[in-house]
């Protein structure tokens, strides 16, 4: 299975202040919410990526076949060293 890494990106003369959500399945970036602390916003990219790729796996977009979605699965993350964001792993066995 995959990890999932989420980095913040600050505002620039162009655009707002933003989250990216990277893993090996796809990519999503999502506007930061000053409504929600830098965990929630590392949090909902997250979940935004998860919900993301889940949908394209029942398009057929991906190359994945499974009878239930692993993508729906619990995580649980962290933050990373030096600034570099956050990473989510999943939790519990895949089958």
């Known amino acids: 299975m995959q990890a999932i890494k989420t980095k913040y ?5 162009y655009r ?4 990216k ?8 970036t999502i506007p930061w919410s000053y409504d929600l602390g830098t965990e929630a916003n590392h949090d909902s990219a997250r979940k935004s990526l998860q ?7 029942e398009r057929g977009d991906n190359n994945y076949t499974c009878s239930s979605d692993p993508w729906l699965r619990p995580m649980v993350g962290g933050a990373l060293p030096n600034n570099e964001g956050y990473a989510f792993v999943f939790v519990g066995d895949w089958e």
Do not use: E, M
């Not at 990106?9 to 003369?13: D, E, F, K, L, S």
């Not at 959500?21 to 999503?28: E, F, L, V």
């Open 9 to 13: 990106y600050g505002a620039t003369n």
């Open 16 to 19: 707002g202040a933003r989250i």
């Open 21 to 28: 959500a990277t893993s090996d399945a796809g990519q999503i």
């Open 51 to 57: 919900l993301k790729i889940s949908r394209d796996n």
